[in-house]
Each structure stands twice: as C-alpha cells, then as structure tokens.
C-alpha cells in the first residue's frame, strides 16, 4: 500500500458556494474548484507534496484518523 492510500481524501460540492471542496483532513484543510476530478487529481499532488516534505523534514507522518463512515446495523 502507498502512503497516500493511507489517507482519507474525497471531493464533495458545496452548494452554498458552487464549487468542489477536496479534503484530507488528516494532512491539510481542502483545495477548491470548478471541477471535481481536477479538484481530486490537484488534492492527490498536495497531499503527496506534504508527504515528501515530512519525509524530508525527517519526521514522523500524522496517524491516519479520520475514516469513512460505517453502516450500524
């Protein structure tokens, strides 16, 4: 598995604002746009960036928190 697939990350459309919201909440706040797989590919490059500065910073990555939401049977 690679790191980035450790990560949470999604897009959603904020009506209230017309536009996509990609987040990972486990690393940065969101990145915003007019099309929601531009929106993922560009969250997946800054998701990457602050892995690789992390790793050259030499430390240590946050733990994976946040997952998604299960069914409750």
Do not use: N
């Amino acid at each position: 598995m690679k790191t980035i697939d450790r990560y949470l990350k999604w897009v959603e459309w904020i009506e209230e604002d017309q536009v996509y919201v990609g987040r990972c909440p486990d690393l940065i706040t969101g990145i915003h746009g007019d099309d929601s797989q531009q929106v993922y590919r560009e969250l997946c490059e800054v998701v990457e960036e602050v892995l690789a500065h992390f790793e050259a910073e030499g430390r240590p990555l946050p733990r994976p928190m946040v997952r998604p939401m299960q069914d409750v049977v």
